[in-house]
């Protein structure tokens, strides 16, 4: 196969950044910060224009030649790139996956509120989300309307995860992140605050301000809580405001991404 070496033992230790996808605890423990998976092509695409330091690859036969356009890309230049036959795949990873195409890279550390704080004018707060597609839904979104970056809650899913990355196509990997620690929440949002920012605690309270009334401040944290049980008590005190967005009464709610959507074209067209 050229430029790959092919996989014929599930255990071989050059692929073990590639087991056990489907048990996410163990894939938290696995990859700690050191590295994250990438999946399909275009969020590989993304990943070389990301800056992240890849580590290797592994594919299904099937998908060797369409990957060797890859292989001259500086970024993969001494990569190990691995071949492995389905029944091989399938013990590797832990289920069936006919077509794979996957990418171990380095991650980046995250950054500090503080930081985000001081170089932005449009953040994303994201407290306790644990869908992991649904913050990969919310990267993309946030990426296609210039948020400059995302701050999570300690509990939040984690912004690497496999899935997260592939429902972004990628874009997670040009967010700039920062992670509250357990002593910082919410206490995160005064150092927001601090630097400026108004933050709106998106919310269906009946009270609460109209998105389409709303005045974009120049510099906005724009907060959204978990499917179900939305923003906490204390994040929802510690905003500057609680906004919602005006739907039909037929309608019970909108999904959390589509509700950042929404949100981050409103908060797009005023206040900069």
Same mark, same amino acid.
């Given at each position: 196969? =050229? ?35 990438? #999946?399909?092509?275009?969020?590989? #695409? ?10 290797? $690859? ?5 998908? $060797? ?27 590797? $990873? /832990? ?53 400059? /970056? ?30 509250? /620690? ?44 978990? #499917?179900?049980? =939305? ?17 039909? #009464? ?6 959390? /991404? ?11 067209? =005023?206040?900069?």
């Amino acid at each position: 196969m =050229g430029e790959t070496t092919l996989i014929g033992d599930a255990d071989d230790p050059r692929v073990s950044d590639f087991r056990r996808l489907n048990d996410q605890a163990a894939r938290r423990e696995m990859e700690g910060d050191e590295y994250f998976l990438s #999946e399909g092509w275009v969020s590989i #695409e993304r990943l070389i224009d990301s800056g992240h330091v890849f580590r290797s $690859v592994l594919l299904s036969p099937s998908r $060797v030649n369409r990957f060797r356009p890859f292989m001259d890309q500086p970024e993969l230049h001494g990569v190990p790139v691995y071949a492995a036959d389905r029944d091989v795949m399938h013990d590797i $990873v /832990g289920f069936d996956l006919p077509r794979g195409v996957l990418v171990s890279a380095s991650r980046k550390p995250l950054r500090t509120v503080e930081q985000l704080a001081a170089t932005s004018t449009r953040l994303i707060v994201l407290e306790a989300l644990n869908d992991d597609e649904n913050v990969g839904a919310i990267a993309r979104a946030a990426r296609a309307f210039d948020i400059d /970056g995302m701050v999570l809650s300690p509990t939040c899913t984690d912004p690497y995860h496999r899935r997260t990355v592939r429902v972004s196509m990628g874009e997670i990997l040009h967010m700039r992140v920062a992670r509250a /620690g357990p002593d910082e929440w919410p206490r995160a949002l005064d150092t927001l605050h601090a630097h400026g920012f108004r933050s709106w605690a998106m919310t269906p309270a009946a009270d609460a301000i109209g998105l389409w009334n709303a005045d974009v401040p120049s510099r906005l944290a724009i907060m959204l809580g978990a #499917e179900g049980p =939305g923003l906490t008590q204390a994040a929802l005190d510690a905003a500057t405001s609680q906004v919602r967005i005006p739907i039909s #009464e037929m309608v019970d709610s909108l999904n959390v /991404g589509h509700a950042a959507a929404i949100t981050f074209a409103v908060a797009s067209q =005023g206040g900069r």
